[in-house]
């Protein structure tokens, strides 16, 4: 991707690795994780749909509503390694089907205990920089849900 940015997330899990791979590509899991960071981030968090098809190629697919709008998230798995390195392309409206966002999960076993090192890279083109912080704030939120997520019995 010419002239891109990357906004970086690293965040310590207590969930093990495996764990926190499937939460990513489950559509049930995400539902409830990702509606709750939405929730966390001021918006209502209700997701309308949530579909994965979890193979290299395999697209995704998910909405939630906005002020009376859907929301759509969309892109296609381009790496999958489990329970390693989760890679697929992130876009957000039909403009930027075309230069979508690379996202990049590594997940790897912490070193100073049982659960992970979760380390996200969002590539992104540089124009959108500005919203680098947010963009950060947001994964982090997402992976902070993932963590509530798994710890529920």
Known sequence: MADT???KVTHKSPARAAAI????????????????????N??????????????VGGAFLFTDRRDGQ??????????LDRPRK?????????AAANDPSKVTLIIEPDPD???????LYHEMLAKWDEHRERTERSWRQM???VDVLLAKP
Request: hydrophobic share 45%; proline share 5%.
């Open 143 to 145: 992976l902070e849900q």
């Open 21 to 40: 791979y499937d939460a990513w590509l489950d559509p049930r899991q995400i539902r409830l994780w990702m509606g709750a960071a939405l929730k966390q």
């Open 42 to 55: 001021g918006l209502a968090g209700e997701m309308l749909a949530c579909g994965t098809d979890p193979v």
């Open 86 to 94: 989760i890679v697929f392309t992130w876009i957000t409206s039909d």
């Open 113 to 119: 205990g049982p659960g992970a090192v979760v380390t």
């Open 5 to 7: 940015v990357e906004a």
């Open 70 to 79: 859907e929301a759509r998230h969309w892109g296609h798995y381009r790496h």
